[in-house]
């Protein structure tokens, strides 16, 4: 009888109750005899997304990689998204300081309530500026998680982009507010829809570069001064639209964490390719070049016992 047989994968899914009756969906995955004393990673997907960016169907995706070394995967979706639940009234009537003050923290305390080992937290694009402003809005999540990472990060503003981003900004809110939604998955731009309200907030902070919330009375980038954990930010060196290095600089530098980096992935710094918005986090060359370098930085943040 063979001792070498490799360890099941196996995972389990549940529901985490959260504002306005949603209910958002996670994945717990993990290879079957991995310690309690694993570190834990939440990962968050951004705009129009759903876990499935992080964990297919298969068993596959940059998550994958995480379980494979002894991590255990919470793979959650935000509301309206993927598997999560709607209430009764079925409403695309939330904006990103919801993601904020809600879908964030609820996450992060359903996670750190289920897991013994350390936290950390993984979140793609939107969402990861969306998990870093929850986390300075109310500092007591910090005390759940050992670290941050991004991929993909940074507000939008003018400052980049040109005509481009004017017009793909404005056009995505106009369209948004007439429909209630951006019609995300009708123009091919992912598989989930983003309410109106998320939208007009973006077409609200590009011109001069703000990051607040919808009323005004929450300052994001002032927020950010109260993060002190440990954060990892990991920029393709060729995403000059979504998240170019400068403006995910100027993300990191709000921070108030006394250890933060900010990683421009590309061949400038070693990599086989410059890397884009999503193949640094998705594909053979992130999973051999991109994410190592995550993980390895986790255990220096937290090392094993």
Excluded at 43 to 54: E, M, N, Q, Y
Excluded at 80 to 103: E, I, L, M, N, Q
Excluded at 113 to 133: D, K
Excluded at 278 to 297: C, H, N, Y
């Amino acid at each position: 009888m063979s001792t070498n047989a490799k360890p099941d994968f196996a995972s389990q899914e549940f529901w985490v109750p959260t504002s306005q009756e949603h209910a958002l969906h996670v994945v717990e995955a993990r290879m079957s005899g991995t310690p309690a004393s694993a570190p834990g990673i939440l990962f968050v997907p951004g705009l129009f997304s759903d876990g499935r960016f992080f964990l297919g169907g298969q068993g596959d995706g940059p998550a994958r990689f995480f379980v494979d070394e002894g991590c255990v995967a919470y793979v959650a979706s935000l509301r309206g998204h993927g598997k999560s639940r709607w209430p009764a009234k079925r409403a695309h009537d939330w904006s990103f300081d919801t993601y904020v003050r809600h879908d964030v923290p609820d996450l992060v305390r359903a996670v750190r309530a289920r897991h013994p080992g350390p936290v950390f937290l993984l979140a793609h694009s939107m969402a990861g500026y969306a998990a870093l402003a929850a986390l300075g809005v109310d500092p007591s999540l910090q005390e759940s998680l050992s670290g941050v990472a991004t991929l993909s990060s940074a507000v939008n503003d003018y400052s980049d982009g040109g005509f481009k981003k004017r017009f793909q900004l404005g056009f995505s809110s106009t369209v948004a507010g007439l429909l209630g939604r951006f019609p995300a998955k009708a123009l091919k731009q992912g598989p989930w829809d983003e309410p109106a309200g998320v939208m007009r907030q973006f077409t609200d902070w590009a011109p001069t570069g703000a990051f607040r919330s919808a009323d005004g009375a929450t300052d994001y980038w002032s927020a950010l001064g109260k993060v002190t954990l440990p954060v990892f930010a990991g920029v393709g060196a060729a995403d000059m639209f979504h998240a170019s290095p400068v403006r995910a600089q100027k993300l990191v530098a709000h921070l108030g964490s006394a250890r933060k980096e900010l990683a421009v992935l590309g061949r400038a710094q070693g990599l086989s390719w410059d890397a884009g918005h999503f193949d640094v986090v998705r594909g053979e060359r992130a999973r051999a070049e991109v994410l190592p370098r995550v993980l390895t930085w986790m255990r220096q943040v937290a090392p094993a016992h």
